[in-house]
């Protein structure tokens, strides 16, 4: 975490963990603020990885699923990097910030990710390093989160398309996806702590959960360690998130990518649903279907949140087929069942 944010924050009545906020201390009333309220959030449990130099594009364009052509200064996209066998190390979402390609990641997986690029950089005019404590990030999400960002100055319009980027004075500023409007800010701590202090009447201070919480509800993919390998990007629906684009050419993974999507063969997908589990499901946890034989998984776990009116919303790639039998179960046959919800995008490929 930025030094100077945490100076911020600390005061503010922020709960820290491993250099991460856990909660503002009102851990029931900041989730029901994320679905019901405005909100602003710490963003310090995501990290950024910097790309810089004349090769950055290009390297990056043969390493992740989607095209690098497409990240501009006025938009952002959300891709994969996959092993040789298509299975994502790693989900991020990128975009242009100053002279560099920013990619951003969950914490728990910068080295091991940052350590694999760098193998395949070779003569690649490139640099690569963890720029997590150059910036300060915040989130801010609600209805009226648009209409409290133009407000303060920071955007000229509150009705931006997903993905859409705005870069005024030394901030960025990433419109996300989801039925709740949502936006990312990433700038210097003295001007983000400005925003913060005016956005404190109208809009409540929220830890990391609120806001996994919302990534969840908005269908958005995130690679854990405990789920490194474990999908390909269809799976985890990026090819209907603008996620993979199978025109760009070849990258790492590529033939068994453009395989799943031309010949037709995915048999698992990522849905969204709610489940009463006394303990929080945790990424990787298996599915259970009574349709599945012993030889056969049912899925597993992408992602999982409290919910504030009870049990959890999870992300779970499930089989296809299971899933529309019913019903699928956490862990085992004496598990809770998933109940399945509409995520908030078709199930259309975009690119």
């Given at each position: 975490?930025n030094?100077?944010?945490?100076?911020?924050?600390?005061?503010?009545?922020?709960?820290?963990?491993s250099?991460?906020?856990?909660?503002?201390?009102?851990?029931?009333?900041?989730?029901r603020?994320a679905?019901?309220?405005?909100?602003?959030?710490?963003?310090?449990?995501?990290?950024?990885?910097a790309?810089?130099?004349?090769?950055?594009?290009?390297?990056?364009?043969?390493?992740?699923?989607?095209?690098?052509?497409?990240?501009?200064?006025d938009?952002?996209?959300?891709?994969?990097?996959?092993?040789?066998?298509?299975?994502?190390?790693?989900?991020?979402?990128?975009?242009?910030?100053?002279d560099?390609?920013?990619?951003e990641?969950?914490?728990?997986?910068?080295?091991?990710?940052?350590?694999?690029?760098?193998?395949y950089?070779?003569?690649?005019?490139?640099?690569?390093?963890d720029?997590?404590?150059?910036?300060?990030?915040?989130?801010?999400?609600?209805?009226?989160?648009?209409?409290?960002?133009?407000?303060?100055?920071?955007?000229?319009?509150?009705?931006?398309?997903?993905d859409?980027?705005?870069?005024?004075?030394?901030?960025?500023?990433?419109?996300?996806?989801?039925?709740?409007?949502?936006?990312?800010?990433?700038?210097?701590?003295?001007?983000?702590a400005?925003?913060?202090?005016?956005?404190?009447?109208?809009?409540?201070?929220?830890?990391?959960?609120?806001?996994?919480?919302?990534?969840?509800?908005?269908?958005?993919?995130?690679?854990?360690?405990?789920?490194?390998?474990?999908?390909?990007p269809?799976?985890?629906?990026?090819?209907?998130?603008n996620?993979?684009?199978?025109?760009?050419?070849?990258?790492t993974?590529?033939?068994?990518?453009?395989r799943?999507?031309?010949?037709?063969?995915?048999?698992?997908?990522?849905?969204?649903?709610?489940?009463?589990?006394?303990?929080?499901?945790?990424?990787g946890?298996?599915?259970?279907?009574?349709?599945?034989?012993a030889?056969?998984?049912?899925?597993?776990?992408?992602?999982?949140?409290?919910?504030?009116?009870?049990?959890?919303?999870v992300?779970?790639?499930?089989?296809i087929?299971?899933?529309?039998q019913?019903?699928?179960?956490?862990?085992?046959a004496?598990?809770?069942a998933?109940?399945?919800?509409?995520?908030?995008?078709?199930?259309?490929?975009?690119?």
């Open positions: 975490m030094v100077k944010w945490r100076t911020v924050l600390e005061p503010a009545g922020a709960v820290l963990a250099d991460q906020v856990v909660s503002f201390g009102e851990v029931e009333t900041e989730l603020s679905l019901a309220g405005d909100i602003c959030c710490d963003l310090s449990h995501l990290a950024l990885i790309a810089r130099g004349a090769d950055s594009e290009t390297f990056l364009q043969g390493q992740l699923t989607c095209d690098l052509r497409q990240v501009t200064a938009r952002s996209r959300i891709g994969a990097y996959c092993t040789p066998k298509g299975r994502a190390l790693a989900c991020f979402r990128l975009f242009r910030r100053d560099a390609y920013s990619l990641l969950p914490c728990s997986l910068v080295e091991p990710t940052l350590a694999r690029l760098r193998k950089v070779m003569r690649a005019k490139t640099t690569l390093e720029a997590s404590d150059a910036t300060a990030r915040m989130g801010v999400a609600g209805a009226n989160a648009g209409r409290l960002l133009v407000e303060h100055g920071v955007l000229a319009t509150a009705e931006m398309a997903a859409t980027v705005w870069q005024p004075d030394n901030l960025t500023v990433i419109r996300l996806s989801g039925s709740v409007p949502r936006f990312e800010l990433h700038g210097p701590p003295e001007a983000l400005t925003l913060w202090s005016k956005l404190a009447t109208n809009a409540v201070p929220v830890g990391a959960e609120a806001w996994r919480l919302l990534d969840i509800l908005a269908g958005t993919p995130v690679v854990y360690p405990e789920t490194v390998e474990a999908f390909v269809q799976m985890l629906n990026l090819d209907l998130l996620g993979v684009n199978f025109q760009k050419g070849c990258y993974g590529q033939e068994i990518v453009a799943a999507h031309y010949l037709g063969k995915l048999k698992r997908r990522m849905v969204l649903a709610r489940v009463d589990s006394p303990a929080l499901p945790r990424p946890d298996p599915l259970f279907s009574p349709q599945a034989d030889s056969q998984s049912a899925g597993q776990l992408a992602d999982a949140a409290r919910h504030p009116d009870g049990g959890h919303a992300l779970a790639v499930a089989s087929e299971f899933a529309e019913g019903p699928l179960q956490l862990g085992d004496n598990g809770p998933l109940r399945l919800e509409p995520l908030p995008y078709r199930f259309e490929a975009t690119s």
